[in-house]
Structure formats: C-alpha cells, structure tokens
C-alpha cells in the first residue's frame, strides 16, 4: 500500500518562509511526476508546482519567483520551499504523485494524493 504524507504546514506572518515535505512509502519502484496543489475554503484544488521523473519544473504564475519544488528520489521525498508568504497563499497543500508500485506481484501505476497540510499566512 502507497502512502503519501505531508509535513511542514503551519501558521507563519506575511513575508515568511516555510518548507513542506511529501515522503511516500510503501512497495514503490519508481516515482515520476509530482506535483504541489493548494485549496484555499470555498474554492477548487489548484495545482502549484510541479516536477517530473527528470527533474524539470513548472510553477503557477501567482508562486513564480517565490516557491521551489525539488526531490530526493533516494528517499521518495518532494519538497516545496515557500518564501515571501502572503495572505493569498493561505489554504490545505496537497502533494500528488504517479506512483509505480507493486501489487499482488505485478507493477500497477497509480495516481496517489497525500492527506494534506494546512499553511496559514496571517499577522
């Protein structure tokens, strides 16, 4: 069974910086794209960032020039750097991921979503 958690979200003052991590687990054979999403309340799940197999990286114009999304493929993990915080950045941040894992003895590749993290940006 893949897993994916989050950590890092938290209450921070305008302008702050906080680093959310995403590390899967489980019967993983490889990892390709993954992606950061946000939903602020009353409003759809947006996609954030975004970084492929290969290490290439897009980012929402609203983000561009103060997050980063990385990985550390030896520990199945992807991270988002978030600098110059502001109010609009408030919502739950998701990580998503398509996931090659085992199952039952055969290699199935799935899209998973983690459970979420909260980041409030507030003075």
């Known amino acids: 069974q893949v897993q994916l958690v989050e950590s890092g979200g938290g209450l921070v003052q305008p302008g702050g910086s906080l680093r959310l991590s995403c590390a899967a687990s489980?019967?993983?054979?490889?990892?390709?794209?993954i992606g950061w999403y946000h939903q602020a309340p009353g409003k759809g799940r947006e996609l954030v960032a975004s970084i492929t197999s290969g290490g290439s990286t897009d980012y929402a114009d609203s983000v561009k020039g103060r997050f980063t999304i990385s990985r550390d493929n030896a520990k199945n993990t992807v991270y988002l750097q978030m600098n110059s915080l502001k109010p609009a950045d408030t919502a739950v941040y998701y990580c998503n991921a398509d996931i090659l894992a085992y199952s039952g003895g055969y290699l199935l590749q799935e899209t998973y979503w983690g459970q979420g993290t909260q980041v409030t940006v507030s003075s």
């Open positions: 489980g019967s993983i054979f490889s990892i390709n794209d």
